[in-house]
């Protein structure tokens, strides 16, 4: 892992942060995750995290007891299932990964009100503010 690979991983991160659509992560990150005290290790789960990704890859992911693969999708949606198959050709070969999304769920809409900013009078809102659970003075 090179400080290019991380720098390269944020930038396609921050991107896809600004989209309201579901994001997967997947792949070989090439990194023994399973040493949760490892530099780098330490480095990616920061990373992910900070753009509120989860890693759903729960266990080895290679017949040596590695994980080195990963499925991260955002915890603000539910979390697909991840089913992680035996590998017995070899340790290098790749796990297959069965992702399952969860069921669709309903959209949640919620109603506000607010003012018009057009028609704004700061006199009417001072009185609001007031009579509000605030009770700023």
Request: net charge negative; hydrophobic share 40%.
């Amino acid at each position: 892992m090179t400080a290019n690979f991380f720098a390269e991983l944020a930038d396609v991160l921050n991107r896809l942060s600004t989209f309201v659509d579901p994001l997967v992560l997947a792949g070989d990150v090439n990194l023994r995750l399973e040493r949760t005290s490892d530099p780098r290790t330490v480095k990616f789960c920061d990373l992910v995290e900070g753009y509120s990704l989860v890693q759903q890859v729960r266990g080895p992911t290679r017949d040596a007891g590695w994980t080195l693969d990963v499925v991260c999708t955002r915890d603000d949606l539910p979390a697909p299932t991840v089913d992680v198959s035996d590998v017995v050709l070899s340790d290098r070969a790749p796990s297959t990964l069965v992702v399952t999304p969860p069921a669709a769920s309903t959209t949640a809409y919620l109603t506000s009100t607010r003012r018009s900013w057009r028609s704004f009078d700061p006199t009417f809102f001072h009185t609001d503010l007031r009579a509000s659970a605030l009770g700023w003075t």
